[in-house]
């Protein structure tokens, strides 16, 4: 009878208790085929309760869970404890999400007032840096807040205690009052510029970016994790490895397609002290080298594969991949080799159609791209090298940012309920136009400034001159040669019997003497010759 009753129903039949909810919750409840925008918009947040003990006074207190969705960030866990016992509470933000495959590194520059407000995620195991004071708030509570809420509470915990050090401890006291009081300055909006730092080796931290960020204001770069780093997150054990970027050493032969074998002991890292290069091995262009790693994502043993490749009027250039059938990570590198030059260089391309967003185009790992047409300004180290086209490159510049903004799975670019319209407006329209530029739909221009040199854009005209590309060269500032190492440099034997640094001028003056002598002898050679013709005519 009862199952008569329901087949008797109409469709926009609900039951009793079914409007009793919505009249006592007073939400929308979902329906489950219900997969409409606004349906998934209006579905209510969930705040779990669970009974904990409380650290304070050993009683019983109540910890409330919320999973919610950070804006340019991803799904994070807030956590929040109080006790009615005691009074004391205590609030934390935990990532939902996995640990990432490369550790990440923030660098904020900190010069108006609306800097003060970005919001910051910082997880249990990141570092924050206040670069200009030197200081440092080290891992440890993982903590959801903003610019000027983490610099409160830096300034709350160096100022505990201050009148008792003062009468105690004065030299001590000093030296903590020359930091709390420009930080105190700082926290008033009465210090700009200043720049912050935020390292996580987890890859779960995160500073609010903005589409205004112009001139290396905002820089994120990404980096693989050391053994230590990999360990401390229960990746791996720090034990197994002897190197000390993070990556097992293998002893091994290393084998060209053309059957070249060579005994080597392979280290993978930029920074490890003392990785060793494939002494003894002949690279030869056009041939593929497997060499055996470790998985920068989960620590198990995966493969490098290496080619050398040579660039017509360019130089050779080494593509490296990293491949792990354990976990899938995947990565490509371009690394190119050669001397340091003695001046770095600006490559400027008119993109005007479709054919220069097919031209071949290597950023270097060093190089700044700028698009001023469109506002796009990518930093050294953030893209790492790549070797692709002029459209590939927009689209990974595009691809990055948007999963920066709107996170991975936002393919409509909602950007969550917590972003502000006007923000969300200017992202899209920001997007609009990169697309348009990916789409050859508008012209522009795209600079290489790389202060090594090693960037390329393909000629059409080679070896003629290309009417829409410009290269220039420049000196490099004396920042940019303490950033890539060059002022640390000891590559020139002295009469100590100790290395000294290269003079790039004295290099070039050198040079130029050079220059100046082939040219006279050059001189004389024409006058010998203009002489003896003479001579011979009188004859």
């Not at 830096?154 to 006291?173: A, M, N, T, V, Y």
Request: glycine letters at 6%; hydrophobic letters at 30%; one cysteine or more.
């Amino acid at each position: 009878m009862a199952n008569n009753d329901r087949e008797d129903r109409p469709e926009s039949y609900e039951s009793p208790f079914k409007v009793l909810a919505k009249q006592v919750a007073g939400i929308k409840i979902q329906d489950e085929n219900d997969t409409s925008q606004d349906a998934v918009e209006e579905e209510p947040k969930v705040v779990e309760s669970i009974e904990s003990l409380c650290m304070n006074c050993k009683e019983d207190g109540e910890t409330r869970l919320l999973l919610t969705k950070i804006p340019y960030f991803r799904e994070v866990i807030l956590m929040s404890f109080s006790c009615d016992h005691c009074g004391f509470t205590n609030t934390e933000v935990r990532s939902a999400g996995q640990i990432q495959e490369r550790g990440a590194k923030y660098t904020l520059i900190v010069a108006v007032e609306e800097d003060m407000q970005r919001q910051i995620v910082k997880s249990d195991t990141s570092i924050f840096r206040l670069e200009d004071l030197d200081i440092e708030m080290p891992a440890g509570r993982s903590q959801l807040t903003n610019v000027e809420g983490i610099l409160l509470e830096i300034l709350k915990d160096l100022e505990s205690g201050q009148r008792k050090r003062k009468k105690e401890e004065p030299e001590r006291w000093e030296k903590i009052d020359a930091i709390v009081q420009p930080l105190l300055k700082m926290t008033l909006n009465q210090k700009f510029p200043f720049t912050i730092t935020l390292d996580d080796p987890s890859g779960n931290s995160w500073i609010e970016p903005s589409p205004k960020d112009r001139d290396q204001k905002y820089h994120k770069s990404e980096y693989p994790r050391t053994a230590a780093q990999n360990a401390a997150l229960g990746l791996g054990d720090a034990s197994t490895s002897t190197s000390t970027n993070g990556n097992t050493s293998y002893e091994t032969s290393a084998t060209s397609s053309n059957g070249a074998t060579a005994h080597v002991v392979p280290q993978v890292g930029s920074d490890a002290e003392d990785s060793t290069d494939l002494e003894g091995v002949d690279i030869l262009a056009g041939h593929n080298y497997s060499i055996p790693t470790a998985c920068p994502g989960c620590t198990k043993p995966a493969h490098l594969n290496l080619q050398l490749v040579n660039i017509p009027y360019f130089k050779e250039v080494v593509v490296s991949a990293v491949m792990c059938l354990h976990c899938n990570y995947r990565s490509s590198d371009v690394k190119t080799g050669g001397e340091v030059p003695r001046l770095g260089k600006k490559i400027y391309l008119e993109v005007k159609d479709q054919v220069d967003l097919r031209r071949d185009i290597l950023k270097s790992e060093t190089c700044c791209v700028k698009i001023e047409e469109i506002g796009v300004e990518v930093v050294p180290g953030t893209m790492g090298g790549r070797f692709t086209t002029v459209e590939g490159l927009l689209t990974q510049i595009r691809d990055d940012l948007h999963s920066t903004v709107f996170d991975t799975e936002d393919k409509a670019g909602t950007g969550g309920d917590s972003m502000p319209e006007e923000k969300k407006r200017g992202w899209n329209q920001f997007f609009e136009v990169i697309d348009k530029a990916i789409k050859g739909k508008m012209e522009y221009t795209i600079l290489l400034e790389d202060p090594l040199a090693n960037s390329y854009v393909q000629s059409l005209e080679a070896p003629q001159q290309d009417p829409r590309l410009r290269e220039e060269e420049y000196t490099r500032t004396e920042e940019e040669e303490d950033e890539l190492g060059i002022s640390d440099m000891r590559t020139r034997m002295g009469e100590g019997g100790e290395y000294e640094k290269e003079n790039f001028d004295v290099q070039r003056q050198a040079k130029d003497m050079e220059d100046d002598v082939e040219a006279e002898r050059a001189r004389a050679a024409d006058l010998i010759k203009q002489a003896t013709a003479k001579n011979e005519e009188e004859l």
